[in-house]
């Protein structure tokens, strides 16, 4: 590397590193099964929270799991295409929320200390946004690389379960352009409300990303090459703080369509790459359900936020400090003197 | 009162204060609705949290409304009809849980603990058993009556939220002819596989629950004569905490099948009765859903539990919290200095 004039990393090391990721700790996993037969419930009686067990050992490879220091990493990022008036709300709102994290007033704030967890803002170059993709690619290889390699920075030691979100006005255009890029079909099939614009909004985003996507379809040859045409920065850091997380063997929750439209890129470069990742909550977005159906994820939650930011995902941390809570805290069959099933 | 021979309560009384419960607090709710607004989030933003919000407001009766003591009470009670083998496990079991409930070993301690609740077990005559209902009513009038009242105990000053609960062997048959008897049908729209029976003992769950209103038909001529025909008195409980929590301006938060239909008692009585309730999660068991149509609730939750003992209705707890603190804590537009939506 000390040879290279390349920035620290490029598009081909992250390609490279999703070819050596770490796989499932089985023994752990199946130690969460083993124990979790034995707790005094019928079998199966906890539903998703005994998967939860099992997943959260599984990808900590550790019996029993734990979620002592939950973080919340929320990437703020402008796109060329807000421009186009994709959006109910002006461009300056993604930099006037990330002051409203760093003040505390937002949503994600009061979620995350409900679950004890540390929240962390990252701000990439409001006043610098991505092109405007309906007139080429959103950003360079290099700064696609940069910003993965930036996202990266979320997983630090300590941290047990990574909950993702971003903020970004314009980005559900963006997720949409991601979407068929990365998986074709038609524009309107990726667009919805967003934020909330009427139909004749609706109607202009379906129109850019149809336009956009064209543009740029002879360069999206893999799906590094679609992130780097759409953009953006929030979206590659997500990428890189899932591949981070893999290694560094935390698990990620993922948030909505933005959120799971930018892990999607490293679902069609890899099919197990999102193994690691659950989805705390289910978007109304229309594109999110059809996405999370492509990744085979089935949402923790589904309460009608659509809101991003990292509220879904954070608030899922509850269910799975309470799969924790089950699995650690319940008596066996055997210490309670619990009858076990009649013959 | 004092003239009268009859027990402190009877089901004529309990039937008098239906007719006379408070409603909803509107100025409280709309006081939630106001607020909101002003949250920064797009309108609706936070989905079925801004929906809990208003309706704690609603039926607490203030704003904003708070969370500071849930109460999850858990009735156990024991069924005649346990012993025509309709479950996957002994009676006993129902004491021995009880005993762990009291140990601190069960799910519901864990998850109680995690919403920093208070647990409280309410132990009814668990060596008497109620009549087995296929030979005739399950319970007399007086003893249904003395179990209502018994459970507006689980009422008691500071409680600001009320998860309820229950355990008893044998009691998803009773909620299923407490339906069959509430709403007609077919038994088999009502039976499911418990905590786990197989099809043999699927199909003498039917049997029992069809013999069994068959039999107690002639005296099943208002709501709460189907609940003495059938039992149990942790049913009877349920009714009386719901009954006591509405008296109290205290919001419910309902469990999974054998809770519901304790509760469909008021509704069928009096289609508002249930109107400061919610459900916390639906249970795989089929005639939670059907049930859950026929009184217009969505629950918060869908994780594929079927444990009973308050679980889910404790679980839902934090989403309610959540939906406080978000509510709360958010800043206002004008607060954050945060432009609202383009023109």
Chains 1, 2 share one sequence.
Not at 49 to 56: G, I, N, R, S, Y
Not at 149 to 164: F, H, I, Q, R
Not at 217 to 228: N, S, Y
Not at 313 to 320: F, K, N, P, V, Y
Request: proline letters at 5%.
């Amino acid at each position: 590397m000390a040879t290279s004039a390349k920035p620290a990393a490029s598009l081909n090391e992250i390609r490279a590193l999703l070819r050596d990721l770490p796989g499932p700790d089985l023994e752990s996993g199946t130690a969460a099964v083993l124990r979790e037969r034995n707790l005094t419930k019928p079998a199966g009686a906890l539903g998703r929270l005994e998967d939860a067990t099992q997943w959260l050992a599984t990808w900590q490879a550790k019996h029993p799991p734990a979620i002592n220091h939950p973080r919340t990493a929320v990437f703020a990022g402008n796109h060329g295409v807000a421009a186009r008036g994709v959006s109910a709300y002006p461009a300056a709102v993604t930099q006037q929320m990330v002051a409203n994290f760093i003040a505390g007033g937002a949503a994600v704030n009061q979620l995350c200390e409900a679950v004890d967890g540390d929240l962390r803002v990252y701000e990439m170059a409001l006043d610098q946004p991505t092109e405007d993709f309906t007139q080429g690619p959103a950003m360079s290889e290099e700064a696609t690389a940069r910003a993965i390699a930036y996202g990266m920075m979320a997983v630090e030691p300590g941290v047990d379960l990574l909950a993702l979100g971003e903020m970004g006005i314009g980005n559900s255009t963006v997720a949409a352009a991601l979407c068929l890029g990365l998986f074709g079909g038609e524009a309107r099939d990726w667009v919805g409300p967003g934020t909330g614009v009427d139909a004749e909004g609706l109607a202009r985003k379906i129109a850019v990303v149809t336009e956009g996507v064209a543009r740029n379809k002879p360069a999206m040859t893999d799906p590094f090459e679609v992130l780097c045409c759409v953009g953006g920065n929030e979206f590659a850091a997500i990428v890189g703080a899932i591949l981070a997380a893999r290694l560094a063997r935390v698990p990620v929750v993922l948030d909505g369509f933005a959120c799971t439209a930018a892990a999607a890129v490293l679902f069609v470069a890899d099919r197990r790459s999102l193994d690691h990742c659950i989805v705390g909550h289910r978007s109304p977005e229309p594109g999110h359900t059809r996405l999370l159906k492509l990744l085979g994820k089935e949402p923790i939650l589904d309460l009608g936020m659509r809101l991003g930011e990292g509220s879904g995902s954070t608030l899922a941390i509850h269910i799975l400090k309470a799969a924790i809570a089950c699995h650690t805290g319940m008596a066996t069959f055997d210490e309670a003197e619990v009858s076990g099933r009649s013959a």
